[in-house]
């Protein structure tokens, strides 16, 4: 089967107001971080309603500075998914800690909450949860376990003994948006990492954030400010305080990192923030067509609303019923030849050479492969028409009813 039609998987939504914004920081004379950042961080901070927001160049980045701040490093474990991209797992890596993957649910793309506990060490500092497809992890779940073992956890410095039991980082990569029982992806977490990147819902090309909830004992402000030093090679200035007229003089307080969002970037982020509403209206619109479309074929799709749950609706994850992974792969090529891109989310860390190289086998997370070998991606983009959405699920029905 050939056809002209191209249905590209995940394109960038960018509108007029996206370029006029961004031009106009360009004839600002202010590229890099500045007015628009902060500007960014305060209203993404009131969108996600927390108190305080930064800004940086990744949700890896964010992920990363965080395990820092929290004096994460060797000796100590962190826990997450092996159902997930390497950004959730590298982080912990990249700190000299041990990461610990745990398997999925049994059929279910959200980490295993009762085997969370049983991977639970003196050893354990923090757990990475991952919200999956834009559908938020089962918070309630996930703390009930973390205080059932709350006596194992061993905090070793002034941060971590804020806390007692094990530090929840929420990896939001895909849920920026998304609500669970009524909370604000972002108010979840101890701590939230959110990506920006240019295949996200909300896209500043590059670029994501890191937030936190109000905790007693915990400095907003000098969180903010460590976040800051660590983000920009341990300057005691930004580069904004510096320009000030005669303001020359900082000091580097520590040899550390550069990963800071530039206004060019937080410009984008500025304008797709203001449009995210219609953005997540129009994902949702496309998800129950899908749904609507799919219902009588033999899928079994992620569920991103319920009750309990509002999806961002960042991805569509569908397992065909039966399928092995060669026919998945089939699948994903047949059409392909129709001009339609799909994905897989994810190949399992323990099936990449990194993973394999530390000692992790698929074989040990049955659950996940069981997942991953008969999942396939559809195009959720909000560029999608609908004229397209149905040739998408007739070009599906016509290779699922052979």
């Given at each position: 089967m050939s056809n002209t039609r191209k249905i590209t998987f995940s394109p960038?939504?960018?509108?007029?107001?996206?370029?006029?914004?961004?031009?106009?920081?360009?004839?600002?004379?202010w590229i890099t971080t500045g007015p628009k950042t902060k500007l960014f961080e305060k209203q993404l901070a009131e969108y996600c309603h927390t108190s305080t927001v930064c800004c940086l160049s990744s949700a890896t980045a964010a992920l990363e500075l965080c395990l820092i701040l929290l004096g994460i490093g060797p000796g100590d474990e962190v826990i997450t998914s092996a159902y997930?991209?390497?950004?959730?797992?590298?982080?912990?890596?990249?700190?000299?800690?041990?990461?610990?993957?745990?398997?999925?649910?049994?059929?279910?793309?959200?980490?295993?909450?009762?085997?969370?506990?049983?991977?639970?060490?003196?050893?354990?500092?923090?757990?990475?949860?991952?919200?999956?497809?834009?559908?938020?992890?089962?918070y309630d779940a996930l703390y009930q376990v973390l205080?059932?073992?709350?006596?194992?956890?061993?905090?070793?410095?002034?941060?971590?003994?804020?806390?007692?039991?094990?530090?929840?980082?929420?990896?939001?990569?895909?849920?920026?948006?998304?609500?669970?029982?009524?909370?604000?992806?972002?108010?979840l977490g101890d701590f939230t990492a959110f990506s920006f990147h240019a295949v996200k819902n909300l896209t500043t090309a590059e670029g994501g954030a890191l937030t936190w909830r109000d905790r007693e004992g915990l400095d907003n402000d000098k969180l903010y400010h460590q976040v800051?030093?660590?983000?920009?090679?341990?300057?005691?200035?930004?580069?904004?305080?510096?320009?000030?007229?005669?303001?020359?003089?900082?000091?580097?307080?520590?040899?550390?990192?550069?990963?800071?969002m530039t206004d060019i970037m937080a410009a984008l982020g500025l304008v797709q923030l203001k449009r995210y509403p219609e953005i997540l209206k129009r994902r949702r619109q496309i998800i129950e067509m899908y749904n609507e479309g799919l219902k009588d074929l033999p899928v079994t799709s992620l569920v991103h609303y319920t009750d309990t749950l509002e999806s961002s609706g960042h991805l569509y994850l569908m397992r065909i019923n039966g399928y092995k992974?060669?026919?998945?792969?089939?699948?994903?090529?047949?059409?392909?030849?129709?001009?339609?891109?799909?994905?897989?989310?994810?190949?399992?860390?323990?099936?990449?050479?990194a993973y394999k190289t530390l000692g992790f086998k698929i074989e040990d997370f049955p659950n996940t492969?069981?997942?991953?070998?008969?999942?396939?991606?559809?195009?959720?983009?909000?560029?999608?028409?609908?004229?397209?959405?149905?040739?998408?699920?007739?070009?599906?029905?016509?290779f699922l009813t052979r």
């Open positions: 960038p939504d960018i509108t007029q107001e996206e370029i006029d914004e961004v031009v106009d920081t360009l004839r600002s004379g997930t991209y390497t950004a959730s797992c590298s982080p912990i890596i990249h700190v000299g800690a041990t990461p610990v993957l745990v398997d999925v649910a049994p059929d279910s793309f959200h980490i295993d909450y009762e085997k969370i506990g049983k991977a639970i060490t003196s050893r354990t500092k923090a757990v990475i949860p991952v919200d999956i497809g834009g559908v938020m992890c089962d205080e059932e073992h709350k006596a194992l956890y061993s905090p070793n410095n002034e941060i971590q003994s804020l806390f007692d039991r094990v530090i929840v980082i929420s990896d939001a990569a895909h849920s920026i948006g998304a609500t669970y029982k009524g909370k604000m992806s972002g108010q800051q030093l660590l983000s920009l090679h341990g300057q005691s200035k930004d580069a904004l305080s510096k320009t000030q007229f005669g303001a020359w003089e900082y000091d580097i307080v520590g040899p550390y990192y550069k990963c800071n992974e060669q026919q998945r792969n089939d699948f994903i090529k047949n059409m392909a030849e129709t001009g339609i891109a799909t994905n897989v989310h994810y190949k399992p860390l323990p099936m990449h050479s492969y069981k997942q991953f070998e008969n999942e396939v991606t559809l195009p959720l983009n909000t560029c999608l028409k609908d004229e397209e959405i149905r040739y998408l699920l007739q070009t599906i029905r016509s």
